[in-house]
């Protein structure tokens, strides 16, 4: 199954030691490819599109309000003139933006303390696993509406809601995946060596926990899109004139039938950024799982 | 023969994931009850929160969490009545 060949070509017998297994070639997934692939054009938009638009995202045409696509404009017009080509794609970067940075923070936090719950352990792990338990009672989308309700509905605050929804899921991951690794040869040896207690979570625990962290994030990306399009439509997240999908699909409501394109097109665009990042995070996992396979 | 064997097997994962979606469900009961303007508890989570009504936000949110913890009982007991070697002591 596995070939050595002598690395320097030694004649002496210690070319053994240094030679090279050959690994079977690891495919990349299909679904990782298309799923980068959606992400990527929608990490594009987000970088690029609001200088490419045709139209700025809050300027009316009152001449051609609830217009249907035509060569003008795209995607048609909603119940203000505004260009919804353009909004969506200004829509896209905020989005981008708010689920990424609260995904970025609650899995920040949620490594933190799931690393140290999970190393320390003893009456500290008990009680912040206590803490999540009362965290993660309420459902995700109404902790972040009690968090927003008690902040204020702005996106920053939108942020930090999501951000705080996830930390303790996170945690709890982390945590599990840190105990797994507690009494490793390695850690012990290096508690022996007497290294310190944040040397051994940062340098010896983390490098060997992160797989599962890394398709954690894919997955908590999805629901977190899904949160910021669920608040704004809420009225609790983005504010109007702002162009964020779900806020755009609150606003038109009324026409759903009448002018059905002027909610297609960001329901559409939601759909497809979720699916991508949900591809992306099966593809995640299941490349490092193959990964993990053939490195033993 | 299959139901009464795999079926009880299968049951359990299915068990859980039920529990789980029933909390998702909750939380995506104010979004529906906004689209379809059904009067419901998530439509009073809403009011409460844009009418700063902090005590019956505080009661809402206490009946959803009751009603997610007693959703996580019923399927922990669910899960000894279908594998009969859980037993809580």
């Given at each position: 199954m596995s070939e050595t060949t002598t690395?320097?070509?030694?004649?002496?017998?210690l070319g053994a030691e240094t030679a090279r297994i050959v690994k079977p070639p690891r495919q990349v997934p299909l679904s990782l490819m298309i799923g980068g692939g959606i992400v990527g054009m929608f990490l594009i938009l987000a970088a690029i599109g609001p200088y490419i638009?045709?139209?700025?995202?809050?300027?009316?045409?009152f001449s051609t309000r609830?217009?249907?696509?035509?060569a003008d404009f795209w995607w048609g017009t909603d119940r203000y003139g505004r260009d919804i080509f353009s909004r969506v794609i200004h829509g896209t970067r905020l989005t981008v933006f708010m689920a990424g940075t609260g995904t970025l923070i609650g899995v920040s936090f949620g490594l933190l303390i799931g690393l140290f719950s999970g190393y320390v352990g003893g009456w500290i792990d008990e009680v912040l696993m206590r803490l999540t338990d009362i965290a993660m009672s309420f459902p995700g989308l109404l902790l972040a509406m009690l968090v927003v309700a008690a902040l204020g509905s702005n996106e920053v605050n939108a942020v930090i809601s999501i951000g705080i929804v996830f930390t303790p899921k996170v945690a709890r991951v982390v945590r599990s995946a840190t105990l797994g690794l507690r009494h490793v040869q390695f850690v012990e040896a290096a508690e022996v060596r007497g290294e310190s207690n944040s040397f051994i979570i940062f340098r010896e625990i983390l490098p060997n926990v992160w797989p599962p962290i890394i398709v954690e994030t894919c997955i908590r990306l999805s629901y977190a899109v899904l949160l910021v399009v669920s608040l704004s439509y809420l009225g609790l997240g983005a504010q109007p004139p702002a162009p964020d999908w779900g806020l755009m699909i609150a606003k038109e409501?009324?026409?759903?039938?009448?002018?059905?394109w002027v909610m297609l097109a960001p329901a559409a665009a939601i759909v497809s950024l979720i699916i991508g990042v949900n591809l992306l995070g099966d593809g995640m996992r299941e490349w490092l799982a193959a990964r993990k396979t053939a490195d033993e | 023969m299959i139901y009464k064997h795999a079926l009880r097997n299968a049951m359990l994962p299915t068990v859980t994931v039920i529990a789980f979606n029933i909390g998702w469900m909750l939380g995506g009961v104010v979004l529906v009850e906004q689209v379809?303007?059904?009067?419901?508890l998530g439509s009073l989570v809403l009011f409460s929160i844009e009418q700063r009504d902090t005590p019956l936000l505080q009661a809402s949110m206490f009946f959803v969490a009751t009603g997610y913890c007693v959703a996580n009982l019923v399927a922990d007991m669910a899960y000894a009545l279908l594998d009969p070697r859980i037993r809580y002591s």
């Open positions: 690395a320097n070509g030694s004649a002496n017998g638009t045709p139209y700025p995202f809050d300027q009316f045409h609830l217009a249907p696509p035509s409501r009324a026409f759903l039938v009448s002018a059905s | 379809f303007s059904y009067p419901g």
